[in-house]
């Protein structure tokens, strides 16, 4: 009997090795292609009813998940929380000219540069031409001062 069929040499257990792993890889590709093919086709749109209205947007988890993505988020959130409920800056939707009042008697609360950013972003996301956001409950617990 031939030695090296009894015991591997360093070589022959690369060999084994290398082969064993491009067996795993292999596999894992196929596996991997026929899961993908496996999935459900997705689903197809229906098309349009008139009348049917759009599904609902999500309910926001947190009070700051009612502001748009912006620096003067941030600003608003740190500023605006520590006086008001600032869920209720985000209701009743104000026209400009309102953004502009309410601006003008916090000028003694917030800082100039910081009280101009804050009252633009109201302005531009919470105005008369836009729909009111969907505010659960939960975050008007207290009430809101009147706007």
């Not at 015991?7 to 596996?31: D, H, N």
């Not at 302005?123 to 009430?143: I, M, S």
Request: glycine letters at 6%; charged letters at 20%.
């Amino acid at each position: 009997m031939d030695a090296s069929c009894v015991v591997p040499t360093t070589q022959r257990m690369t060999e084994i090795t290398m082969s064993t792993r491009f067996a795993i890889l292999l596999l894992a590709g196929a596996l991997s292609a026929a899961c993908s093919q496996a999935e459900a086709p997705a689903a197809q749109s229906e098309p349009a009813v008139p009348g049917a209205s759009a599904p609902a947007p999500a309910a926001p988890k947190t009070v700051a998940d009612l502001f748009p993505a912006g620096p003067e988020r941030d600003l608003v959130l740190n500023n605006c929380a520590s006086c008001h409920n600032v869920a209720c800056a985000t209701i009743g939707q104000r026209p400009a000219a309102r953004w502009d009042d309410l601006e003008q008697g916090h000028s003694d609360r917030v800082p100039g540069a910081d009280l101009d950013a804050i009252f633009a972003y109201l302005k531009g996301n919470f105005d008369d031409t836009k729909p009111a956001p969907n505010v659960p409950p939960e975050f008007l617990e207290g009430g809101c001062t009147p706007f």
